[in-house]
């Protein structure tokens, strides 16, 4: 997916966020560009710096919702954090550069997991020879004690060739393996109990509570620490065979995968082609004017975030990682200050700002009714549930749509996000009775709107209450 064409990218958005073509068409390009530069010459490739994007628009129009599908659409190791978060009381949030420490995380679990998933028919395999040991007695007992039990059960006096006699237990040891093997793969012994070693994984959990740029010394020292305090190590425990399969195939397959390779190639996939979400980024401005207070740690993050942007190395415990082509994307609703009011330095770090389009009554209605994961199908899911069949008239929607415009316009613009509370006001009587309603098939039309929704606008009081 990480390869496809701008048109297709857009055409995949368009699933799921209705609109905002601008947006779409810019993260679109700048997704094509990280496919494009990789094409290139190497010596030229490394010149070549990815163009940040800014999406400015009011809460609730979708920048959120392009980030988050952005995310499935690629195979980029992608992160969303808050920039509000490097700004706690008195400037005491994270360290900036945890986010391309926690990118890489991310990053190297998705590497680990998939890795793991491509040697677990391997891991099966050793898996149910270990468990065929579990299950059986030991060689060496079994051998021990197998020539009494074959001599009672043929009833042979003497055996001529010691010759003949000794392939005996090892032929019956592995005819009763291979028995034992069949009844494990049909699920015949799951319901068995088995004895087996299982690691202990309560162990002494170690906060270090840091100073911002300290981070990383506090992994350093809950490491040290964590050598100093005794080993959980494992401990035997009763465990159904089935559990004890997924148990010993999940350990076999950590073992297969090698962990160098899969940081090296973790740590060059956020190099190349990694991606970081910063949402809320108007949070970080500085009023004009303003002299003191949280306004100066607010210019302190953006300096923080420069040169993260710009290109820097980051320092992690898994190595150092440079930030020179990661892309970054910032979101903001800016209604309260302007792009502007970023320090210069940060501004030119983005050079694409796409404006998103506040969304009105037609938004709505499709929103409503077309996308993917639309909102009258979780409903209509939901009570399907319960046994009742919920159909809404095309005038019911474009009803919901209004209303929903009307109390925008009429308190706080909150966008799309309006919908979700009036169709739980429009629908709470139903949600409520639902497995109690004798009528299989209900109907919402338009009068049943205007009567679940009127008091909502009615009121003003009670508009300013509603989200």
Known sequence: MSDLKPTEIVKELDKYIIGQDNGKRSVAIALRNRWRRRQVDPELREEIAPKNIILIGPTG??????????????????????????????????????????????????????????????????????????????????????????????????????????????????????????????????????????????????????????????INMRDMLGNLMPKGGSKRRKVKVSDAMELLVQEEAQRLVDMDKVVGEAIEKVEQSGIIFLDEIDKVTGKEGSGGGPDVSREGVQRDLLPIVEGTTVTTKHGPVKTDHILFIASGAFHMSKPSDLIPELQGRFPIRVELDSLGRDEFTRILTEPKNALLLQYIALLKTEGLNVRFEDEAVGEIAKFAEDVNNRTENIGARRLHTLMEHLLEDLLFDASDIDERDVTINKAYVDDKLKDITADEDLTRYIL
Do not use: C, W
């Open 61 to 218: 129009v979708g920048k959120t919702e392009i980030a988050r599908r952005l995310a499935r659409l690629t195979d980029s190791p992608f992160i969303k954090v808050e920039a509000s978060k490097f700004t706690e009381v008195g400037y005491v949030g994270r360290d900036v550069e945890s986010m391309v420490r926690d990118l890489l995380e991310l990053s190297i679990n998705h590497l680990k997991a998939r890795e793991q998933e491509a040697v677990q028919g391997k891991a099966r395999e050793i898996a149910e020879e270990r468990m065929l040991d579990l299950l059986l007695p030991s060689s060496g007992d079994h051998q021990s004690r197998q020539p009494e039990s074959s001599d009672e059960t043929t009833g042979e006096t003497v055996i001529d060739v010691s010759a003949e006699q000794e392939p005996r237990p090892q032929e019956t040891s592995q005819s009763t393996r291979d028995k034992f093997r069949k009844m494990l793969r049909d699920g015949k012994l799951d319901e068995r109990y088995v004895d087996m070693e299982v690691q202990d994984r309560s162990m002494p959990m170690v906060e270090i509570f840091s100073n911002a740029g300290m981070e990383e010394m506090g």
